[in-house]
């Protein structure tokens, strides 16, 4: 009886700690969220003085009734995000707040933006949260139980060398200043396929390798793959092959240690990246630097789904005309590309203004353009939910394709983002070698290509 009573009691204040932390998660992401928006709200402060694109507008201003309405927003977003991060669409969801949901708050508090506009951001951040909660998560099966190096890193030096080989090389000057001219030299010099090669090889399979090998302590191979990001980004002079394959790797280190903080420690990884921004914009040698990765990374994009959003106000919506989905099939609406349209239209000829799936699934059919990507992009997240489960590794799953989920809400269409930025070609690797995977972060694997067929202690079967 003492047993059972002690077993009772225990049972009843292990319970209570339980409610605890649940309480403590929810009052959590809340402090996690308002404290981003603050840090990003002092960062937008230094950079924002002279308004966005280097031009005269969205300057900073400070609006009583705009941060009012902005922090009734933020609660709104604290208390739709998962208080415990489980899945891939659990860890995309925080990662989607941060980029670009608390940045369009900012953006409406100080710069611009309107209600409507407000409205359809949150909207369709709810939108995915809930078409993807808690549930049944069918676990998606593998191919293949050999291990994906080998055809990794032949994929890797077949895509090297058709860069190398389609492109020109003989007058380009490595300076850094010379970045961007120096990519536009190369890209004119390339075939059309040349963007879709670097951008697949530093958005998907770079990233997978650099966390595979990180994951396990696996530095030699590890530090081969770094050489060969750096190597990708002085052939292509794009800075995807160095960031993404980076934010794989923060993304990973970040979601592995604290699973059902995981969230929590995404804002916190955002944050550093935000004080490291503000530091270099308070130096007077890194000013450029700090600047791109505060106004670029975080508040343009918000800017430029405003931008869309109030040009296709006033405007006829493309209709998909100018997407790959229609395959040249349609009649195009405008006959100029759209974001060379939206870079005249705030003062920029020239500048190719892309925008995230906000903004051009509204330039495509208005509210019904944003919905139906919204329902596209939670059948993809429900889908890397179910390669997780069978993995029994969602950190592992959402790291590998964060860089194109990021580049998703950050400035890309989305069909794009499933084509030429990897998101196609991440989501294959990791469903097609599933089965290996699992073992390999169970630690059953074999030194060589094949997996122990019948391990001591197998995973339980999900």
């Known amino acids: 009886m003492a047993t059972c009573e002690s077993s009772a009691v225990s049972g009843h204040s292990s319970s209570q700690a339980s409610l605890s932390h649940a309480y403590w998660s929810d009052a959590a992401k809340f402090l996690v969220i308002t404290g981003y928006f603050l840090v ?34 933020l609660c709104l977003v604290a208390l739709a995000l998962p208080s415990r991060t489980n899945k891939v669409s659990d860890y995309f969801l925080w990662l989607h707040a941060a980029v670009p949901i608390v940045p369009t708050l900012v953006f409406f508090s100080f710069s611009g933006g309107s209600m409507p506009f407000l409205g359809l951001a949150i909207g369709a951040f709810i939108g995915i949260r809930l078409l993807t909660l808690p549930g049944t998560i ?40 010379n ?5 536009a030299q ?9 963007e879709y090669l670097h951008t697949n090889l530093a958005k998907g399979l770079l990233p997978f390798l650099l966390v595979f090998y990180y994951a396990r302590n696996r530095w030699f191979p590890f530090l081969a793959t770094l050489i060969c990001s750096l190597g990708v980004f002085l052939v ?38 935000l004080a490291i921004g503000m530091v270099f914009t308070l130096s007077d040698m890194t000013v450029l630097f700090g600047d791109i990765i505060i106004r670029r990374t975080f508040i343009v994009p918000a800017a430029l789904n405003f931008e869309y959003f109030s040009f296709f106000n006033n405007n006829p919506f493309t209709l998909f005309s100018d997407s790959k989905l229609s395959l040249g099939l349609l009649p195009r609406v405008y006959q100029e590309q759209i974001p060379y349209l939206i870079g005249y239209q705030i003062g920029l000829p020239g500048a ?22 919204v329902l596209v992009i939670s059948a993809t997240l429900r889908a890397l939910d179910g390669i997780g489960k069978r993995m029994n590794n969602h950190c592992f799953v959402f790291a590998v394709c964060a860089p194109s989920l990021f580049w998703l809400i950050d400035s890309s269409d989305l069909p794009s983002v499933y084509v030429t930025h990897g998101l196609l070609l991440a989501t294959a690797i ?24 019948r391990p001591i202690n197998p995973p339980a079967a999900r």
């Open 40 to 73: 990003l709200s002092a960062a937008y402060f230094l950079v924002g003085s002279r308004g966005l694109f280097n031009l005269q507008i969205y300057a900073f201003q400070f609006d009583v009734e705009r941060c009012i309405l902005a922090v009734a927003f």
């Open 138 to 177: 069918l676990a998606i099966p593998g191919v293949c139980t050999s291990s994906p190096e080998r055809a990794v890193w032949i994929g890797i030096l077949i895509l090297y060398v058709l860069i190398i080989a389609g492109g020109d090389y003989s007058s380009i000057d490595f300076a850094p200043e």
């Open 179 to 183: 970045i961007y001219l120096n990519r």
């Open 186 to 194: 190369i890209a004119e010099s390339q075939s059309g396929y040349f």
């Open 236 to 273: 292509s002079q794009h800075r995807a092959a160095l960031f993404f394959p980076l934010l794989a790797l923060l993304c990973y280190a970040a979601t592995r240690r604290s699973k059902r903080a995981g969230g929590g420690n995404l804002i916190a990884m955002l944050t550093v990246v």
């Open 352 to 373: 190719h203004a892309n925008s995230s799936y906000l903004g051009s699934g509204y330039q495509q059919a208005g509210v019904v353009g944003v919905l139906l990507y």
């Open 430 to 453: 990791l469903w097609y070698w599933a089965g290996y995977l699992r073992l390999y972060f169970a630690g059953l694997d074999s030194a060589s290509d094949t997996p122990k067929t």
